[in-house]
């Protein structure tokens, strides 16, 4: 059986990341911007996941798993934030929120 | 066997006196009479054992006892008793034990007394440590603590403002006397290190054996001071002479002593006349060797303490007071001490053998003198001698005990025979060895002092005593004699001055030569007065019979001139002892040496130099702190404009930092 080659994985997990990376860095939008660090969530997951393969055991995708609840979590708690945002201006616009600057 | 038995109780000599003050200091304000009975106990103890090692030196001076505890790798406690410190030794508990008796009925109507107890039970022990330390650390050590009782003692009726004044200058006085000893002392163990090449675990180069055995090393050792080369050795003794100026009384730092009297009469006795200020003078005798290779130091002792018998002389004709009499005459007597130990330059050895005996001697009557004022003072209640007169009517046990001490302190004795009091049997070898140093060098200087403080001495001594006990009362007062725990301790003390001296004369002085030759430390004086450049002459005995007899003449001319001033009143004295009077007026204020200390001194040089020094720190350290402070804030200012608020600029931060830290540690292990 030809598997595909742990490189691939690599490779394409660290294209999500710098996507995740790239979208963080130029979006304004809280949404977009949750969107993006959950892509940069999974590329690491899909790392684990990965290398779990490769070394044939299981702890890679036990850290996945919780990963993945981790991420729920962070979610819940981040749109829950924005929603209460969006209810004081209108708009969730991360550039406008510096009232905790000097 | 006996006596290595005895050797191995050395220890308990402080210790006891130690223990004492701790169960005193604790309990003993639930024990009858202040629990007065423990350090009693205690220092009877310490006497026993002190006693039976002097009479096993005495037997054997050869065979001193030395024990030595490691303390760090370099440094050691230790326990040396040779014939000097067995001497102060025995002596030191021997007053101590008779003035704690004395005090347990002097004392017995104050409320304080078991911290009195306390207090003096912790002294005899700082004190017994200070006569026994083997090595120079300890002994600055039990010096120090010996100043810090005093400092409580004057101040032991602290209500009293004029008693915690007295303390806190008898504190900063003696203070300028121990900074300029432990000075000697960092310039001694400095220059050890410099002959001995450095420390080496388990030798104890502090120990007197080791300094005095590197004494022609450190004289060799050079500093030139304007031109003049001064041997480094000169320094160190000059510094410990500073340190005795302090402790015993010195001029000029002696302004202390006349105001300590403001603690109790038996602290005057035990610390402020018998004890405490000759640790000064048993400093320089420790040292001695030291003293005698160091050129030029041995006269500056010579010339201080001669300068101070006389110059106190003088202070204790016009006091008032009866006790102020009693402190300018301990005074005059240490400058006594100080100018037979500076008198070895011509003397050698022999200069410690007369001044150590001179300071036993003085101990014993010093104290019976105080004892027998504070009995006057107990009963009568006032220390005036104005307001005295006739009190050997009264109490005649003490006016007899106290006559006895005059006799003794003026040093009343036949010449030529061993029929004298103790003062009469140590002084005159004082003065004979400076008269043998004026007609050796023809500097008549220092015999000129002695004799006119040994005028002075009567005049003032027999001054106090008819205006004591002789005449009519000249206020109303109800004396009684004291009871017998105080008038017993007298008498013994009595017996004391009157035969000590001549019973231990000739074998006080041997005992005491040899000091510096037994199995501690074995030295030869001579070569070592070679060292320091001074001419040892051979022993005296073939003076004109004038100068034998003339200390005598003095003492006797000082007797009757008292009797005629003050018992008889042949003068007025009206116009003599008045304000109007510029001699007296000078004399009265103590050459204005409190003033020029205090006022001058202390508020003007002193306080005038901190306030000046106080405005140019305000400008040089004020102008570093808020300029520090200036700059913290302008930093500041420019760096919080990092803090924009916007979170993508953080991440990046976060992400830029991340990588550069990857990239680095690739580098890292590249090179690796």
Redesign the interface.
Known sequence: MTAIPLTFYLGLAALLFSIGLYGIMTHKSGIRMIMCIELMLNSANLNLVAFSSYTDTLHGQVFAIFSIALAAAEAAVGFAIFMAIYRMHDKINLDELNILRW | MVKTALEEFAFLIPLLPALAFAITFFFGRKMPSGGAIVPILAIAASFVISFMITLGLLANPEEVVNQSYSWFAVLNIGILIDPLAAVMLSMVSFVSLLIHIYAVSYMSHDPGRARYFAETALFTAAMLSLILSDNILQLFVSWELVGLCSYLLIGFWFEKPSAAAAAKKAFLTTRIGDVMFLTGIIVLTSDLLKVAGGFQEGVYLLRFDEIFSYIPQLSALQLNVFGFEISHLTIITLLFFGGAVGKSGQFPLHVWLPDAMEGPTTVSALIHAATMVTAGVYLVARTFPMFIAAPDSLMVVAYFGGFTALFAGTMGIVMNDLKRVLAFSTISQLGYMMLGLGLGTAIGLEAVGISLFHLINHAFFKALLFLCAGSVIHAVGTQDMRELGGVGKVMPITAATMTIAALALAGFGIPGTSIGTSGFMSKDPIIEAAYLFGEHSSNWIPYIFSIAAALLTSIYIFRLIFMTFTGKPRSNYHGHESPAIMTIPLSILALFALVFGAFTRTGFMNFLEETFANSFVNLDIGNLAGIGRNELVEAGGHEPLIVLWLPLIVALAGLAIAFVIYYLRAVKLGALASMKNPVYRLLYNRYYQHQIYTEFFSIGVVYGVIAFLTQVVDVIVDSIVEGIGIITVGVGEEL??I??????TY??AV?AGVSLLIILIKLIMEVL
């Open positions: 919080r404009k803090q924009t608020g916007v979170v993508q991440a990046t992400i």
